[in-house]
């Protein structure tokens, strides 16, 4: 398997973050039942995530589009997995895919380099921007918007301006005056992953304005990703030179193709002040679709359309929630977050709906449908997928069907990290079967369900896969043999419980109560002596050197993923009646709860830097931990719940470039933010239920079945009011904190009534929490 720590390997954590000052703001938000389309995307700050270890981009690309125009400051090292940091003060130049918020990195296809003066054909170093192509910048010339772009390049004396469409690119340089303007066009760049190959690189010229080609890159996936563009200039270029290997001109040729590095430079006479636009098409099948992709989604030279139309289409996504608020942090962090859920997963279709499938073979989508990748799994099932069976419902068949494809057509079974079309392995569980199960649960339609269990059933029942054959034969799997044993075993727990939903719904009992069993197996790993979950090895006994801070039980060996026994103690979300009974009830359970948030934080035999935000051993800047807080209203204390998560809304959340805890990891972070303000989140997504904690607007509005709202309203007396007093549902009141989906998927009027202090009588609630496997 490979996971993060593999890309990180001993890097440094520097931890701590400040608060952030709360400015009072307009209400911006329409009230209920006002029908316009307001201007939400003020409120998204694109540089959000792009210090500390967010991770994310800054530049144009529109909902769930597979181009993300945006500036590449480095194209190595960790917190560079998106291209661009903060912390940065020069621009190699502008491509057109990149990663949101992930912990490895990849892509980065198609570099434009604007230039004036003598071609340089090398980067030039990280530390030395003026060796190379790379221009030197100010983040106060520096603006993005969604959909938009902008920065001023010092060195060449150019502005630069992009924007996008769903598979395009679109640039607009204003140049100085020069008779050495130039562009270079690099298919060399890429992420500098040790591992890095680039391959089948080839640019063709055709007339004097339009460029194409394409390359093949084997990086974070182990089999080659194919990317393809369609370039052309708004005038014609006054000369052209192909390149390969950095320094060899091709000649006076129209085509070159090399094992590896090519470039391109266009040469232009410019006058000052003059425009020069390039639009780019991208395509994973060929540079002829590429072009099919360039033509229908941008056939004029109208860059200010192109800004405009980006701009409503993120308007019109960033309406499906509404909220109120007097706090522009709040607000900013709200809608930032929910720009963040949409910039993954990526459409991977071209307009004539072929794609490019797992088995690198082309294939033809039926009419209607789309095709998406780079699904970040093992984080987004937790939050991001709950979230758009809410406010998302049409495009939910379109994302299961793409898992279902993909496991069809891939030699490796169903998908893990897929990423334009390959599999990276990366993370632990197999999680597409977790965002398929959800969406049986909750009847999704259009979805069909006997081929989703077929390829479900052979990674669950059959192959051999990163301990599978350990976990079904033993019950637990042999920290001697496989690495990241204990996290590996927690995730097919839940893995065995939803596909065993899938099993039911298609006749499969069998199945179910083989696969239902099994989601018990972290009774093998549970420790009743430490009260911790544990590695065991191959003689049953528990793994030596244990350090509940600690990630392995010996030197380069983990048996927990990017975790210790700490987080992996409260892993088990599907069966929490059956699990808290191990440590001897709800109160015993909770007590050990508590003890999570005053251990002492921090990692004690190595630095792990995708461990951040730390409260005690609660882990915020990491997956694992996001449910944790949850699990306070299942152990009947549910102002514990309400009080953690406020602390982490407030603490862990910012409106400022190091404003995430963690990585973004493709809209998870941003969702745990989205669902816990609007006072609901899915601890056990299968379930199809949701854990109620104290809403942080006082009004908001999601637009979810049927053109219907769910609206959610809290009512305060004080500002201070964090405690959960009594809610309603329609009306009618709750004796519970949960709700079903189908109460509110097609619409409902939550209200909370909130107080200073919390309600201890919820404690004694017999339907306090959500039931669980076990009654």
Not at 76 to 84: H, Q, T
Not at 325 to 338: H, I
Not at 497 to 504: L, Q, T, Y
Request: aromatic share 10%; hydrophobic share 35%.
């Amino acid at each position: 398997m490979f996971n993060r720590r593999d890309f990180l390997g001993m890097l440094s954590l520097a931890a701590g973050s400040a608060a952030v000052a709360q400015t009072p703001a307009k209400k911006a938000v329409r009230q209920s039942g006002a029908a316009a389309t307001l201007d939400l995307t003020k409120w998204v700050d694109v540089t959000i995530g792009t210090g500390g270890h967010g991770h994310t981009y800054p530049g144009a690309t529109v909902p769930f589009g597979a181009v993300q125009l945006s500036p590449d400051t480095y194209n190595k090292d960790w917190d560079w997995c998106s291209g661009y940091h903060t912390q940065d003060s020069s621009i190699m130049g502008f491509s057109h895919t990149h990663l949101s918020g992930t912990g490895c990195g990849d892509l980065l296809d198609v570099l434009v380099v604007p230039r004036v003066g003598e071609v340089v054909l090398d980067p030039g170093t990280h530390d030395a921007p003026e060796s190379g192509y790379r221009s030197k910048f100010s983040h106060n010339t520096e603006h993005g918007e969604p959909g938009y772009y902008t920065v001023m390049l010092e060195t060449p004396g150019i502005k630069a301006e992009l924007t996008a469409t769903e598979r395009t690119g679109f640039h607009r340089y204003t140049f100085p005056k020069s008779d050495q303007s130039h562009f270079v066009i690099d298919l060399i760049h890429a992420y500098l992953d040790p591992k890095l190959q680039v391959t089948d690189g080839d640019i063709q010229l055709i007339g004097k304005d339009t460029i194409m080609g394409g390359r093949k890159v084997v990086c974070w996936a182990k089999t080659p990703r194919q990317i393809y563009f369609a370039m052309q200039f708004s005038k014609p270029w006054e000369s052209a030179d192909l390149y390969y290997d950095r320094k060899n001109k091709a000649g006076s040729v129209q085509y070159v193709r090399k094992p590896d590095h090519v470039q391109a430079v266009v040469h232009f006479n410019t006058h000052a002040d003059e425009k020069i636009l390039v639009k780019v098409g991208i395509s994973m099948v060929s540079a002829e679709n590429a072009m099919q992709n360039l033509k229908r989604e941008q056939p004029a030279w109208d860059f200010e359309g192109t800004r405009t139309r980006a701009k409503r289409a993120w308007n019109r996504e960033l309406n499906r929630i509404a909220v109120n608020s007097d706090n522009e942090r709040d607000m900013k962090v709200f809608y930032t977050g929910l720009y963040h859920m949409m910039c993954a997963p990526t459409l991977a279709d071209d307009v004539n709906g072929e794609y490019r499938g797992m088995d690198q073979k082309v294939h033809k989508l039926a009419a209607g449908e789309h095709n998406y990748s780079t699904f970040s799994l093992w984080d987004t099932y937790r939050a991001l997928h709950p979230s758009y069976t809410l406010w998302q419902q049409e495009r939910v068949p379109h994302l299961v069907n793409a898992l279902i494809r993909m496991a069809e057509e891939s030699p490796d079974g169903v998908p893990i990290w897929p990423i334009q079309g390959q599999e990276t392995f990366c993370m632990t569980g197999y999680h597409s079967v977790t965002v398929m199960a959800e969406a049986c649960v909750k009847k999704f339609p259009g979805i069909d369900w006997k081929r989703a269990y077929a390829v479900m059933r052979k990674r669950n029942m059959d192959d051999d896969y990163m301990g599978l054959g350990d976990y079904r034969k033993l019950g637990y799997i042999r920290a001697d043999k496989e690495r990241e044993s204990v996290s590996k075993l927690i995730e097919y727990l839940y893995n065995d419980w939803a596909v065993s939903h899938v099993a039911d719904a298609t006749g499969h009992a069998d199945d179910a109560k083989i696969q239902r069993e099994r989601s018990r197996n972290y009774r093998n790993i549970f420790d009743p002596k430490t009260q911790f979950i544990r590695a065991k090895m191959s003689d049953g006994s528990w793994a030596p050197n244990f350090d509940p801070r600690g990630t392995g039980h010996k030197k380069h060996w983990r048996d927990y993923t990017e975790s210790n026994a700490w987080q992996s103690t409260f892993g088990i979300a599907h069966d929490n009646k059956g699990y808290m009974d191990l440590f001897g009830g709800r109160e015993a359970f909770a007590k050990k709860l508590d003890a999570l948030f005053t251990a002492e934080p921090g990692v004690s035999n190595e630095q792990v830097l995708d461990m951040s935000g730390f409260i005690g051993q609660y882990v915020h800047g990491n997956e694992p931990s996001h449910h944790i807080l949850y699990l306070y209203t299942y152990a009947g204390q549910p102002w514990k719940t309400q009080m953690r998560v406020k602390e982490v809304l407030d603490t862990l959340y910012h409106n400022d470039k190091d404003g995430l805890a963690g990585n973004e990891d493709c809209g998870q972070m941003s969702a745990w933010y989205v669902m816990s303000s609007l006072g609901l989140y899915a601890v056990d997504p299968i379930s199809a239920n949701y854990v109620l904690t104290t809403p942080r607007f006082s009004h908001a509005e999601v637009r979810v079945g049927g053109g219907r709202k769910l609206i959610v309203d809290a009512k305060r007396t004080s500002p201070s009011d964090s405690y959960i007093q009594s809610v309603t549902l329609n009306g009618k009141p709750l004796d519970r904190l949960w709700v079903k989906h189908t109460e509110v998927a097609n619409g409902g009027h939550l209200v909370f009534t909130l107080g200073a202090q919390p309600n201890m009588e919820f404690a004694t609630a017999p339907e306090l929490a959500p039931p669980s496997m076990t009654a």
